[in-house]
C-alpha cells in the first residue's frame, strides 16, 4: 500500500464480459493472466480505468483467485463461474 493508506475490504458481484471488458489468458500451469477495463461509478467513458491482474484457476477451473499487479495496489479477488 501508499503511505497513508488504510486497508478496506470490497465486495461485488457482477457479470464480466471479457470479449467486451478485458482480456483472459491461462498459462499451461493453470496460472491466469487477466486485464480488465473499468468504467467508474457513473459509467462514463471518460472515466475508465484498467486493472491488470495475476492469478490461478481453482476448484476445478471453476474459480480463479487473483492479485491485482499494477504498482502501488494491494488488491485481492476471488471469480468464480455461474457455470456447473
Known amino acids: 500500500m501508499q503511505l497513508g493508506d488504510s ?3 470490497v465486495s461485488a458481484r457482477w457479470t464480466i ?13 493453470c496460472s491466469v493472466r487477466l486485464g480488465l477495463t473499468l468504467a467508474a461509478q457513473d459509467g462514463q ?18 474459480e ?3 492479485f491485482q499487479t499494477d504498482p502501488g495496489t494491494m488488491v485481492a479477488a476471488r471469480f468464480t463461474s455461474d457455470e456447473g
Request: cysteine-free; aromatic content about 6%.
Open 17 to 29: 464480459g471479457i470479449a467486451e471488458n478485458g482480456s483472459f489468458r491461462i498459462e499451461s500451469d
Open 45 to 62: 467513458a471518460r472515466d475508465l480505468s484498467t486493472m491488470t491482474m495475476r492469478g490461478f484457476l481453482v476448484s476445478g477451473g471453476r
Open 7 to 9: 486497508p478496506r475490504v
Open 64 to 66: 480463479i483467485l487473483a
